[in-house]
């Protein structure tokens, strides 16, 4: 087992410094957020003949020069006339710690877990002086042995998974000494389209009415990260395939597949935790998250929150029915278009306020995080990272299942699954007979591999 060393904290500032007085403010889906943080792990191999100790400067010089694309990132917080948060661009920059650890890279992910993985990404709360407070953190540690790991974590108020991984491959492009693929693009959410102001217009009222409630309901939460524990689930492009196919109505079996991966194997979650939190007639709460760039017409290279939430309502399907349960969560993302989210952000608008909730207080969560592309961040040129992995921290109520795109070589529809829930649940979960029957590969939190 790899033992780690913290040798120091220090902060990086960028290259070239902002001109003074400049601001960044927030939107309402930012300031949702502010309740929450984001935690990713990149594992890379050995970078050619290069020791740990020069791994850890070329990263630390390449960051620096990143940063100046990056003003909002290396601000600090204060409150504007409303009391709510904005940046003040000065160029404090990002806290960056560097450690190292014994044996190589490959021997730490035959034994990973949660709680040791996430002492690869170190974060601090906020607690008395917010100007002072970095809201974002990397850590490097070199593996004596061979290999490094990279984390990062960042505020959710700054940043969804999205940005946060557009930042990790912005830095990757600039260590490798290429120019950034996709630069960070900081404007406001666009405006509802002017076609579509029409005096009839009726709003979409369940996306409202979860976000409302949510608000209304949003409780003091409790710390889940000593009673929850993650487990990561590899699906190859046939498992996934599979999965696609067993969804399917069996009145039309040899029609093409009508569900998504996304759709396909939330459906085969849902259906399986509500399982092991012991429901026999029909299924947990549920809201799915997914990344709305598109939807709303914004560049990929969009820099903010804009993950939304909306809820699966699963009355009247059959017990633990498959097919029914990936049905309506396709019909659920359907309503999640243009005309939806900005009838959502409109009232939010109108009904901003200092109390912003939890979105993941009551349901299980479901995210998507398939725009984000993990495996095309290449800190070692050419060469996809060992393994990647996402935490929106905290995890409270039912638990939280993120789905994202696998490397290359698990195939187009190859998808990694963490799913984080009490610890007594996820040995269950592994057993389930749907997972059983899939196989997929247990990257961690399960000694025992099902594959």
Not at 12 to 29: A, D
Request: proline share 6%; aromatic share 10%.
């Amino acid at each position: 087992m790899a033992e780690i060393t913290y040798i120091c904290k220090r902060t990086v500032v960028s290259t070239k410094p902002i001109q003074p007085g400049k601001y960044h403010s927030f939107s309402v889906l930012d300031h949702l957020m502010e309740k929450n943080h984001i935690r990713i792990v990149y594992y890379c191999k050995s970078w050619g003949e290069k020791k740990a100790g020069e791994i850890t400067v070329s990263l630390r010089e390449s960051i620096s020069d990143m940063l100046t694309h990056f003003p909002k990132v290396t601000g600090r917080l204060i409150r504007n006339e409303k009391g709510n948060w904005m940046i003040k661009c000065n160029d404090a920059g990002v806290r960056m710690v560097e450690a190292r650890a014994k044996g190589s890279v490959e021997d730490w992910l035959k034994s990973v877990d949660r709680e040791k993985e996430l002492k690869l990404v170190y974060w601090e709360d906020m607690i008395h002086k917010p100007y002072f407070w970095s809201t974002f953190y990397v850590q490097i540690t070199d593996f004596e042995e061979g290999g490094v790991a990279i984390g990062l974590s960042c505020f959710h108020l700054l940043a969804d998974p999205i940005c946060a991984t557009m930042f990790l491959k912005a830095w990757a492009d600039k260590t490798l000494g290429q120019k950034m693929v996709s630069p960070p693009f900081f404007h406001p959410l666009p405006p509802r389209r002017p076609i579509n102001k029409t005096s009839n217009h009726k709003p979409y009222t369940d996306l409202i009415n979860h976000y409302k409630f949510s608000i209304e309901n949003s409780a003091p939460f409790l710390d889940a990260n000593h009673t929850h524990t993650t487990v990561t689930l590899s699906f190859s492009d046939h498992m996934v395939q599979a999965c696609m196919d067993m969804v399917q109505p069996i009145s039309a079996p040899k029609k093409p597949n009508p569900s998504s991966p996304f759709e396909a194997l939330a459906g085969l979650l849902w259906i399986c935790i509500s399982k092991v939190k012991g429901l026999r007639n029909g299924l947990v709460n549920m809201s799915l998250c997914l990344d709305q760039r598109k939807v709303l017409g914004l560049d990929k290279g969009f820099f903010g929150n804009c993950m939304v939430y909306n809820k699966v309502y699963s009355n009247g399907l059959e017990e633990h029915n498959l097919s029914q349960a990936t049905k309506v969560i396709g019909e659920a993302l359907e309503k999640m278009d243009n005309e939806g989210i900005m009838d959502l952000i409109e009232w939010l608008e109108h009904n901003d306020s200092q109390s912003h909730p939890l979105m993941n207080n009551c349901d299980l969560i479901c995210a998507s995080l398939e725009t984000a592309e993990p495996y095309s961040v290449h800190f070692v040129g050419g060469f996809e990272p060992i393994r990647v992995s996402y935490y929106v921290e905290p995890v409270i109520g039912i638990g939280q299942v993120l789905i994202f795109r696998a490397p290359s070589y698990e195939g187009p529809l190859g998808r990694v699954v963490m799913v984080t829930l009490p610890k007594d649940e996820i040995v269950k979960l592994c057993e389930d007979e749907l997972i059983l029957h899939l196989s997929p590969r247990i990257l961690m939190g399960v000694a025992r591999n099902y594959a």
